[in-house]
């Protein structure tokens, strides 16, 4: 395995031996209870305005939110920690290795030391091989999200510096020729239109649960002309996407009706994100529901029942599964502005990071977190901390 990953194998130039100082302290997240729940069901830091039913309770360390790894390019070794895979397949195609090459900067790129990440099911459908004819050649480091620390800057680089805060969806065009390396590592090289500065509020792990799937309920929104005083359905109200485009559309774009499925045990915590109507689709069709909408999110691939409930001139989100006409396919593209479009919501607590309470991972329990997201059981995100 040493060959397959050497570094004439990625190409990729060793840089100077060295090791790191001490990673901050493991950042806490806040479990959050819901009325009427008999555990937590995820993890949200609290809000400036959080709902009255929402129990909320914080246990970080002072100094969590400050700490961070004293890190510059002369202490940048030349090998590193990543988990890979040779060949496409299930979870058992993950390899965890400890000598991968640190990857090579390029002008327009900064170095992140991560230190968090987190999983999105376009990993997973990556790593099985549904879009290889696009995919970067193998072997692969798999990883979109990442949150952590500049460690090198490009000669392009003109926004960031060494010791920044950043996070983002470090690949462009997720499913059109995604990095071949990618967050799942201690390093990664990110250009630097793709990353935003973490806002201060949030510690790692919040942030690493953030970029791909909130650029894809923004985007998506403004795809579809969505604005204030309009209605939504969001179908997978409690996922990744979905929990974020709820309170996207209520906090951002000034929803007048935001109504979102889930199953039974969920519904609680769509109303607690900003959900006027939760539907629960164990027990109920809502395209036989009277109420239609200005535009339908589907996270899930229901494009076919979501286009009866749609307005007359109105639109549907499709992120998987085939598309029905009026719903159009939406695959985001990662854009460093709008993560700063969001911060002001994020650092006033209107929009919250939803992190799976199973979590986060351990970094050398990628393969289990894997596991755990393809059950499709997962709230929020499911996030790999620390990395280390």
Known sequence: ?????????????????????????????????????????????????????????????????????????????SEMKAWTYSEYGGVDVLKFESNVAVPEVKGDQVLIKVAAASLNPVDFKRRLGKFQATDSPLPTVPGYDVAGVVVKVGSQVNGLKEGDQVYGNINEKPLNGPKQFGSLAEYTAVEEKLLALKPKNL?????????????????????????????????GGAGGVGSLAIQVAKHVFGASKIAATSSTSKLEFLKSLGADLAIDYTKENFEDMPEKYDVVYDAVGQSDRAVKVVKEGGSVVVLTGAVTPPGFRFVVTSNG????????????????PIIDPKGPFPFDKVNEAFSYLETNRATGKVVIYPIQ
């Open 337 to 352: 502005e709008y993560l700063k479009d969001l911060t002001p919501y994020l650092e006033s607590g209107k929009v919250n």
């Open 1 to 77: 395995m040493v060959s397959i990953l050497s570094s004439t194998t990625f190409q990729w130039r060793s840089i100077l031996h060295s090791s790191l100082t001490k990673h901050p302290p493991p950042f806490l997240s806040s479990p959050l209870s819901i009325k009427g729940c008999a555990k937590p069901t995820h993890f949200v830091r609290k809000p400036i305005d959080a709902p009255r039913n929402l129990r909320v309770i914080i246990a970080a360390s002072p100094s969590a939110e400050t700490s961070t790894a004293a890190a510059s390019s002369s202490s940048v070794p």
């Open 203 to 235: 510690d790692f792990v919040e942030a690493a649960s953030l970029p791909l799937a909130i650029e894809t309920a923004y985007e998506g929104l403004l795809k579809a002309g969505f604005s204030e005083g309009k209605s939504i359905l969001v179908l």
